[in-house]
């Protein structure tokens, strides 16, 4: 295998590693006819992230493996892994960044290349894949100004690449946002906090950063601050949740995520359901989405609410009011419905028609050993976008604006309340606001002291929340 | 905290509806001023009163505290505190979590702050607002786990007490004398303060490796107020012969410290009660406004 990636793309190639990076110490690389597939998977099996490139991410892509290095020949696949740190330390961020900015990139016309170049530092990488009797290394090149090559030999383990099944048709909660208006909010959480809680509530999406430490009553005040970001639903591409039933997550994959997509510069889309399944953060860049990159996380409920609120639920689904902000609804699935696989290990299965990609498809159960987190039984295609709800196919939404204003989603919810069940909690009471959100609004976040006589345990933050839901639900 | 201290907060719980809420209308003063508070301590008492707010910082272990006078309108508006102890509260704060909460507010458009409870655990929140690009408005709230205190806990800590100072004087723009002292640092645990009544005032090291001195002339000595001083002329300060320097040995790097209020200060008073104490007053307010706010520093001095 032969790859090179010119200057245009090395920043990104860049980032994905540094996200990479942040799962584990090791990368998995998943090379076929026409793609690269990069993933990792964390000790505790609870987060995963693979990085699709595709051909059209190289400047130049050859495939001719060695038969003795395949797995399987249905789909000609070469498996290896090799050490993160020694890639991040050739693919230093700082030798891309004045060099090739996307915005640059897209700017700069076929006459200015020259120009441009003359900025680079590093203008090419290109990867081989040496497999001779004595040494077998994966070879990266970065051919530099002034004519400076840099050769770097890392050594690899050939060894099967991991996978993740993900349902994507069976996510009833998704958003997509640009990610610089997410990363700037994300900003806010402090650098101590390991969890984050997700949850839909009024119109709003709801982050709150989340430590859960064990303080002894003398040091209560040095428990971390606990931050709340609450984002209206008007900040979103699209969105799509129910309300009323918080998920937990590990802060540290979530962060990665959403940096890496600021540093593509696109949009992430969340695909989640209920606690225990987990969650997918995509991040797709380029016209014929050249990177796609995957992360998957594990959820859990979060601890103070999980009892209560399951239980009210019923279904799992969530009895919750669900409020969308954009025409499509969840009608559009065409998701071939596979099986679910519970396996352990890395155990091929026959390809199913719909993927042309994926030929090994190991489920590694994303299980840990507290028996909240159950073992990820889910399907996925990570790499086929038509089967999948959340792209943006043209054909559908052709005059569906982005951004909606509140006069159109007010229409467009009453006539949509058919279809659905339409207990939207947004009908009567409007949660838009223009400006400064007024005091009833603040007061849903917090819990105002005024209300209780004592500063007794009867009223509780989480009491109050659902509250609120039952008043929006009930109509 | 003492447990004894703890279970007296506890009690404080059931006393009745207690209500503290504030919009910030001066974020990037409040914020520079929790800054400097992180500096002295890790813990902050915060009281609310009804027509002021005192931030004090007693760090164990160390010779400086600071006592802050802060009235309501300087840096809030619409401010409501209720309790049954003639309407004031007391808090134990954590200072870097408050400083880092404010300082992720700037910006934002709107910033509330208020005192609730999650849990069984009392929580100053600050809520900001943000609008978002599509006029949408986002929501950050930080919620900073704190302690209320009782009264009869308060009443323990008391402010400190100094002699009459021998001389007091108008300090020179604290930016300029934190980059001296920021040097001193790095050389000397001790430096040595000294001021005349004749508006001088000099910083020095004194160490086996070197002797630096930096003096500065045509300061200002401030006036008595004869309404506070009960006979001017006998002060200490004015029955001494103005050229003859005051002289105190401070820790440098906690002198440091102290200096980064720089960022906020307005005019600052030194006051140098020999063999005692120096007392800085930091004014961050001007003369002219109608509302003032000012941090008193006391740092102990030695004698070595």
Same mark, same amino acid.
């Given at each position: 295998m032969e790859a090179s990636i010119s200057y245009l793309n090395l920043r990104d190639f860049s980032k994905v590693l540094l996200a990479l990076s942040k799962i584990d110490d090791a990368v998995h690389w998943q090379m076929k006819r026409n793609q690269i597939t990069l993933a990792a998977l964390n000790s505790s099996k609870s987060g995963f992230a693979t990085a699709c490139l595709r051909q059209g991410f190289f400047e130049k892509y050859v495939f001719r493996p060695d038969p003795l290095q395949?797995? #399987? =020949?249905?789909n000609e696949t070469i498996e290896i892994k090799t050490q993160l740190r020694p890639l991040l330390a050739i693919f230093k961020n700082k030798l891309f960044e004045s060099s090739s900015h996307p915005a640059n990139a897209v700017a700069a016309s076929v006459d200015d290349d020259t120009a441009m170049k003359r900025n680079v530092t590093v203008e090419q990488a290109s990867f081989k894949l040496v497999t001779g009797r004595h040494n077998c290394n994966l070879t990266v090149k970065l051919s530099c100004k002034h004519g400076i090559v840099k050769t770097f030999r890392i050594s690899y383990e050939q060894i099967e690449s991991p996978h993740a099944m993900f349902d994507k048709a069976n996510c009833h909660n998704t958003w997509t946002i640009n990610s610089k208006v997410l990363r700037d909010l994300i900003e806010h959480f402090g650098q101590r906090t390991e969890e984050l809680y997700l949850e839909a509530a009024n119109d709003r999406l709801l982050l709150t950063s989340f430590t859960e430490e064990v303080v002894h009553n003398n040091d209560v005040l040095k428990q971390p601050t606990q931050t709340s970001v609450s984002i209206d #639903?008007?900040? =979103?591409?699209h969105v799509a949740l129910t309300q009323g039933v918080p998920i937990a997550m590990s802060l540290r994959e979530f962060r990665a995520a959403v940096s890496l997509a600021d540093a593509l510069g696109v949009d992430i889309n969340a695909y989640y359901s209920t606690p225990n399944n987990p969650a997918l953060f995509e991040i797709v860049k380029g016209p014929q989405q050249d990177v796609v990159v995957q992360i998957i996380e594990a959820t859990i409920a979060p601890p103070d609410v999980n009892s209560k609120a399951t239980a009210a639920a019923g279904a799992p689904t969530g009895t919750g009011a669900r409020w969308y902000r954009s025409a499509r609804t969840d009608g559009v699935l065409q998701q071939a419905a596979t099986s679910r696989l519970t396996s352990m290990l890395s155990v091929p299965s026959p390809a199913r028609p719909e993927l042309n990609a994926i030929t090994a498809a190991a489920?590694? $159960?994303? *299980?840990?050993?507290?028996?909240?987190i159950t073992s990820a039984d889910i399907d996925a295609?990570?790499? /086929? $976008?038509? *089967?999948?709800?959340?792209?943006?196919?043209?054909?559908?939404?052709?005059? /569906?604006?982005l951004f909606q204003s509140i006069l159109f989603t007010n229409s467009e919810q009453q006539g949509s309340n058919d279809e659905n069940r339409g207990s939207q909690g947004g009908g009567s009471i409007s949660y838009y606001v223009d400006e400064m959100p007024n005091e009833e609004e603040l007061e849903a976040f917090a819990d105002d002291i005024d209300q209780d006589e004592e500063f007794g345990p009867t009223q509780r933050q989480d009491l109050q929340i659902h509250g609120i839901f039952s008043q929006s639900t009930q109509r | 905290m003492s447990c004894a201290g703890f279970l007296q907060s506890l009690a404080c719980f059931f006393s009745g509806p207690m209500r503290f809420k504030t919009r910030i209308s001066n974020l990037p003063t409040l914020s520079r001023l929790a800054q400097s508070l992180d500096r002295i301590g890790k813990f902050c008492w915060i009281r609310l009163m009804p027509e002021t707010v005192n931030f004090v910082v007693i760090p164990e272990f160390k010779t400086t505290q600071v006592w802050a006078v802060v009235e309501i309108e300087t840096v809030f508006e619409d401010y409501i505190v209720q309790s049954n102890a003639e309407n004031v509260i007391n808090l134990e704060v954590p200072t870097a979590n408050l400083y880092k909460a404010l300082r992720s507010?700037?910006?934002?458009a709107h910033a509330t702050l208020r005192l609730t409870k999650q849990n069984n655990q009392a929580i100053l929140s600050l809520s900001t607002t943000w609008s978002g690009r599509a006029f949408g408005s986002n929501i950050v709230t930080h919620n900073i786990a704190v302690k209320v205190l009782s009264h009869n806990y308060v009443s323990l800590v008391k402010e400190p007490t100094v002699p009459e100072p021998n001389c007091h004087i108008f300090l020179p723009p604290l930016n300029v004398m934190k980059a001296v002292v920021d040097r001193y640092r790095s050389m000397s645990d001790r430096i040595i303060f000294s001021a005349n009544m004749a508006g001088e005032l000099e910083l020095a090291i004194c160490t086996p490796a070197a002797k630096i001195k930096t003096r500065w002339s045509n300061l200002q000595n401030p006036e008595l107020d004869p309404s506070q001083v009960q006979d001017v002329s006998q002060h200490p300060s004015q029955m001494r012969e103005p050229h003859e320097f005051v002289e105190m040995r401070l820790d440098s790097r906690e002198f440091s410290n102290i200096l980064l209020v720089s960022n906020v200060s307005r005019k600052v008073i030194a006051c140098l009660c020999e063999g005692h104490a120096l007392v800085l007053y930091v004014y961050?307010?001007?003369?002219?406004?109608e509302h003032t706010a000012v941090l008193t520093y006391y740092m102990s001095t030695f004698l070595d």
């Open positions: 395949l797995t #399987g =020949f249905a #639903g008007k900040e =979103f591409e489920a590694e $159960p994303l *299980a840990a050993a507290d028996t909240s295609m990570p790499v /086929e $976008p038509e *089967a999948s709800v959340s792209w943006r196919s043209q054909s559908d939404n052709a005059a /569906e604006p | 507010a700037t910006n934002a961050i307010t001007d003369p002219e406004d």
